[in-house]
């Protein structure tokens, strides 16, 4: 059974960044195959990495709605989804990626879910680790999508409208009785202080804080240069706090 990390938390406060970093820092650990799961319909984890999706599930739905000639004789529909998806895994160094993606077609958003929900559970006996990096909306976890992880990392700067999303999340988690078996708190891109500045609005989030991500000049660099996440020096602060939180984490 695979151990299931999964980060989620408002939009702009920087999970796909977390995420991209845990499994940077799970390759480098080499103790097990290890996949990504881009559930943002708005995919851009793989480009994180310098990868390029060629096809992504919400694409293959739509392709195969729209040409249903192309299914091979004497198999179904969804066996020949389920087979596109599975060769549309993206393999790289140390790691796979899979991409949730949009599809086009109404009444198509439910069933990728579906298919989504089907994969994860599929595929948990083929990996090691998979870290799914959620979207910056609820609908993902209200259509339980992920119906279980073993932690579920909430990011979030220090403002108090990504403090709110952050608990607003765990509200929903319990609403719909999803299977948690630990939920802790991310500050990125924290100001030297912000801890103590925003501890009440901290506090209200009502789960341990894991880590503290300091604003990171090297994580930027990476950006404007268009570098991927595996180019970030080891002696960075990101690097080293999302090393202590991994560490924390799987001890």
Same mark, same amino acid.
């Given at each position: 059974?695979?151990?299931?990390?999964?980060? *989620?938390?408002?939009?702009?406060?920087?999970?796909?960044?977390?995420?991209?970093? @845990? %499994?940077?820092?799970?390759? $480098?650990?080499?103790?097990?195959?290890?996949?990504?799961?881009?559930?943002?319909?708005?995919?851009?984890?793989?480009?994180?990495?310098?990868? $390029?999706?060629?096809?992504?599930?919400?694409?293959?739905?739509?392709?195969?709605?729209?040409?249903?000639?192309?299914?091979?004789?004497?198999?179904? $529909?969804?066996?020949? %989804?389920?087979?596109? %998806?599975?060769?549309?895994?993206?393999?790289?160094?140390?790691?796979?990626?899979?991409?949730?993606?949009?599809?086009?077609?109404?009444?198509?958003?439910?069933?990728?879910?579906?298919? @989504?929900?089907?994969?994860?559970?599929?595929?948990?006996?083929?990996?090691?680790?998979?870290?799914?990096?959620?979207?910056?909306?609820?609908?993902?976890?209200?259509?339980?999508?992920?119906?279980?992880?073993?932690?579920?990392?909430?990011?979030?700067?220090?403002?108090?409208?990504?403090?709110?999303?952050?608990?607003?999340?765990?509200? !929903?988690?319990?609403?719909?009785?999803?299977?948690?078996?630990?939920?802790?708190? %991310?500050?990125?891109? *924290?100001?030297?202080?912000?801890?103590?500045?925003?501890?009440?609005?901290?506090?209200?989030?009502?789960?341990?804080?894991?880590?503290?991500?300091?604003?990171?000049?090297?994580?930027?660099?990476?950006?404007?240069?268009?570098?991927?996440?595996?180019?970030?020096?080891?002696?960075?602060?990101?690097?080293?706090?999302?090393?202590?939180? !991994?560490? $924390?984490?799987?001890?």
């Amino acid at each position: 059974m695979s151990f299931i990390i999964a980060v *989620a938390g408002k939009g702009g406060t920087g999970k796909t960044t977390v995420a991209s970093l @845990l %499994i940077t820092l799970l390759s $480098k650990r080499k103790d097990g195959a290890i996949l990504g799961i881009d559930a943002d319909p708005n995919s851009n984890l793989a480009e994180y990495f310098g990868l $390029k999706v060629k096809e992504d599930i919400g694409s293959i739905v739509d392709s195969v709605a729209k040409n249903l000639g192309s299914i091979p004789v004497g198999m179904t $529909k969804d066996r020949y %989804i389920d087979f596109r %998806i599975q060769t549309s895994i993206l393999e790289s160094d140390g790691f796979d990626i899979l991409a949730m993606g949009r599809p086009e077609g109404p009444g198509c958003y439910c069933y990728v879910n579906n298919l @989504l929900r089907g994969l994860i559970r599929n595929l948990a006996d083929d990996y090691k680790y998979i870290v799914i990096d959620n979207e910056a909306g609820f609908e993902h976890l209200s259509r339980r999508t992920m119906r279980r992880a073993d932690r579920l990392l909430l990011v979030s700067d220090s403002s108090e409208a990504g403090l709110r999303a952050a608990k607003r999340i765990i509200e !929903l988690i319990k609403e719909l009785a999803i299977e948690i078996k630990n939920i802790a708190l %991310i500050l990125n891109r *924290a100001p030297v202080g912000t801890e103590h500045c925003s501890a009440p609005a901290i506090a209200e989030v009502g789960v341990e804080t894991i880590g503290v991500i300091p604003e990171d000049e090297g994580l930027l660099n990476l950006s404007r240069q268009g570098k991927p996440i595996t180019c970030l020096e080891e002696s960075s602060k990101a690097f080293i706090e999302v090393k202590r939180i !991994l560490d $924390k984490i799987l001890s």
